[in-house]
């Protein structure tokens, strides 16, 4: 009587107790997926890994050390000049001399041992401004080697995003093959029940086989890919891709094309560096000139030469101006200038190609922006008429209207814009961060990553003044070349 009760709940009971589960269910597969998620490497790890163990960014951050080393080489030339020097001679041999009045010979000793020690100092007092403005250039190239680093550092984000979203990509590609080999084998299987019972022919299970190889050879494909894939990733991360986070939401984009041209030609690094490469330019040609004048320097010594084979010695000293300057030098000096002036053009026309090609990324960025979005959404559109022509190419199947190739073709088709979808949404993701690239946003400083940044200014000041070992700005030098070896 009791069962029968149960048996006898109303139906508004039964929805109710159906609508409960289902929550039920969702609420404990959202908080799996919280959970997951949670645990899981999101896009933003990736790019700090990428940006932490870039052999490319520790590269090109030491030729900007050098590059910085290159204007306290440029600034020791405007300071003193000390030299020393220290030597030890041993005279030796016989002097044979005969007396013109008595004719006797008499033989005397040549031998002696003397040491010298000398000091020399040089100091240069005016040159026309011409060891000034090497150093000027030598600063031009440091600011021009500073943002051609961010610029590598761009690529190297622009990897890392690349490489994550082709392991999300390749898995879910996987996944979806996986799901279609199952499916395909429920359809063999389908196809051979009702060969049996005579409702299709042989020609339907070969047909339904040959798909079920199809499959079998897309998935070993599509694994081999997210082999590929993963071998990136641990190439630009120093990792091997864990469980990875759904792609976060897109990144805030300039809704007006040209308002991001115009900030690209005004911000971007490339064309940053191209101008501090004509500032350079234009100082060498300055300088080439001013070495056409005379340079003034004062010039000292001290010397002191003992004889160790006597109480004999010898304390000298000068001091004096030196005014030295070109008369003829075959003409190397006019042809430095002219060479200067040609890299001076040269910088100017790569400033023109760079502005140009900046002006043309960014629209062309905005362009694949654009039609990826287009894109995805037609692939929307493609799947759900797919499925529901799959489902009622099915249906149509067990009535007998369709054949097992219909079926099949629809499956086919089904997959087809599945597949579709995920490389559009994975290519709507890498134009959106194109798009960063082409602006000069794509840095860890816009995207506020939670990473110590390089400073690039913290190694010039130190070296800017070219300092001594002993002194003590150049201990602390020590102990950042110190650091950066131990890394």
Do not use: C, W
């Not at 070109?326 to 200067?340: D, E, K, Q, T, V």
């Amino acid at each position: 009587m009791e069962r029968g009760n149960k048996m006898a709940l109303p139906k508004t009971v039964r929805r109710t107790r159906r609508k409960a589960a289902r929550l039920i269910a969702s609420a404990g597969l959202a908080l799996a997926l919280a959970t997951q998620s949670a645990q899981s490497e999101t896009l933003a790890d990736a790019l700090v890994a990428a940006y932490k163990t870039s052999g490319l960014l520790q590269q090109n951050r030491a030729l900007l050390r050098a590059a910085d080393e290159d204007v306290a080489t440029a600034v020791s030339a405007l300071r003193p000049i000390l030299n020393y020097s220290a030597s030890l001679q041993r005279d030796f041999g016989d002097r044979r001399s005969t007396s013109t009045l008595t004719g006797t010979a008499s033989t005397s000793n040549l031998e002696s041992t003397n040491a010298t020690a000398q000091l020399t100092a040089s100091l240069l007092l005016y040159d026309f401004g011409a060891t000034s403005l090497g150093v000027d250039a030598a600063k031009e190239t440091v600011l021009a080697t500073r943002q051609q680093l961010i610029s590598l550092e761009q690529e190297v984000l622009r990897r890392a995003v690349l490489a994550y979203l082709n392991v999300v990509a390749s898995r879910e590609f996987v996944s979806l093959r996986q799901n279609n080999l199952r499916l395909l084998t429920q359809e063999l299987r389908a196809a051979q029940d009702r060969f049996e019972v005579g409702e299709v022919t042989r020609t339907d299970v070969s047909q339904a086989e040959a798909s079920l190889a199809e499959a079998r050879s897309g998935l070993a494909t599509a694994q081999g890919d997210l082999m590929t894939a993963v071998e990136e990733y641990r190439s630009v991360t120093g990792n091997v891709p864990g469980a990875l986070a759904p792609p976060p939401r897109l990144p805030q984009l300039d809704n007006n094309i040209e308002t991001a041209r115009a900030r690209a030609i005004q911000s971007h690094p490339d064309l940053r560096a191209a101008q501090h490469q004509v500032a350079a330019a234009e100082l060498n040609i300055m300088r080439a000139k001013a070495s056409l004048n005379p340079s003034l320097s004062a010039d000292g010594s001290l010397s002191y030469t003992e004889n160790l084979d006597s109480s004999n010695f010898t304390r000298s000293g000068n001091i004096g101006l030196q005014l030295s300057g070109p008369i003829y030098r075959g003409g190397a000096l006019s042809s430095a200038i002219r060479s200067a002036m040609a890299s001076r053009d040269a910088q100017r026309g790569n400033l023109i190609n760079v502005q140009r090609r900046i002006s043309q990324d960014v629209g062309a960025a905005y362009a694949a922006l654009t039609a990826q979005r287009a894109s995805l959404q037609a692939t929307e559109e493609r799947i759900r008429a797919a499925r529901i022509a799959f489902e009622g190419v099915r249906e149509e199947a067990t009535l007998g209207a369709r054949t097992t190739l219909d079926v099949l073709d629809a499956e086919q088709e089904l997959l087809d814009a599945e597949t579709s979808r995920i490389s559009a949404q994975a290519d709507l993701y890498l134009a959106a961060y194109d798009v960063l690239q082409a602006t000069g946003r794509l840095t860890t400083r816009d995207l506020a990553l939670n990473v110590q940044q390089y400073d690039p200014s913290a190694y010039y000041d130190l070296v800017k003044d070219a300092p001594v070992p002993i002194s003590r700005q150049g201990q602390k030098l020590d102990r950042v070349l110190r650091a950066l070896q131990a890394d």
